[in-house]
């Protein structure tokens, strides 16, 4: 899918109040298991109904978990490139191997760090594999189309309420620059990932020239904060009261493609 801006628009704040709801007593989630189905009956079980323009954010893991997506790390042949990877980070060589299959391209590999890109084209440390809320010895590469996971699940939900809706898959990842982790969209439906203001005019009635807001990134990140990085046990959160209509799209219009910078414009790479 090509990357396109969305529309310019202003958002209007004036009366805007956002509500964000964690959906509790969600099950562990295991391969086979029907997601959107288990969403929709945990959203009844905590007596909530979906609205238009509600945004749904959904954790990474509890995806790959439902489709399959699991790796048992015994079981992993290591090739020669795995094993000198290992030498550099002082990582297993089964999980470099992982982290190999998982990635397009090694961008840094030291002590403690191996920075890819993954097969969808995200920078991040170690192709985004995790062993997080895994049973032990397993892990969990990201989803493989995290944008049709979305997609199926709003489609399910859409239908069910009657209404339309959002949804972003989202993952825990760190920023160059700067310490410390925050939840970051890998896969949307119902919304552009980013919202193009170029165009646009501040207070001083000055033109915007180069603004561009990663949206779907800041839902995740409020979501991220109700989600914990341990063991909370919220994999899903509600976000209600945002004003999408300046990015809202149709189920399969978005991608998060939108959100990868061109390799052309990677001053940092």
């Known amino acids: 899918m090509t990357k396109k801006s969305t529309v310019n628009n202003y958002v209007n704040c004036d009366n805007m109040s956002i509500e964000l709801i964690p959906i509790k007593n969600i099950p562990l989630i295991e391969e086979n298991d029907n997601l959107s189905e288990i969403i929709y009956n945990s959203l009844e079980d905590n007596d909530i109904k979906l609205q238009d323009n509600d945004v749904l954010v959904l954790a990474e ?15 992993v042949e290591v090739t020669e490139e795995a094993v000198e990877m290992s030498k550099l980070s002082s990582k297993d060589a089964k999980l470099c191997q992982i982290i190999l299959d998982n990635s397009n391209d090694i961008l840094r590999c030291q002590e ?31 989803p493989v189309n ?21 949804v972003i898959i989202s993952d825990t990842q760190g920023r160059a620059w700067r310490v410390g982790a925050i ?14 203001f170029r165009g646009c005019y501040d ?42 209509a300046f990015s ?22």
């Open 61 to 75: 893991t509890v995806v790959s978990k439902a489709e399959g997506n699991i790796i048992k790390v015994d079981d």
């Open 112 to 142: 403690g760090l191996i920075i890819t890109e993954t097969k969808h084209g995200f920078i991040c440390a170690n192709s985004g594999i995790d062993n997080s809320n895994c049973r032990e010895g397993y892990v969990t590469p990201l």
């Open 146 to 166: 995290p944008d049709k996971s979305a997609q199926e699940i709003k489609g399910f939900l859409d239908e069910k309420y009657d209404c339309d809706i959002a």
């Open 183 to 196: 939840g970051v969209a890998i896969g949307v439906s119902g919304i552009h990932p980013c919202t193009d």
């Open 203 to 244: 207070l001083y009635n000055q033109e915007l020239q180069s603004t561009i807001e990663a949206t779907s990134d800041e839902l995740a990140s409020a979501a991220s904060l109700l989600m914990g990085q341990s063991d909370n046990g919220i994999c899903l959160v509600l976000i209600r009261g945002y004003d999408s």
């Open 248 to 269: 809202k799209c149709s189920i399969d219009e978005s991608s998060i493609d939108e959100i990868i910078r061109d390799k052309s414009m990677d001053a940092f790479r």
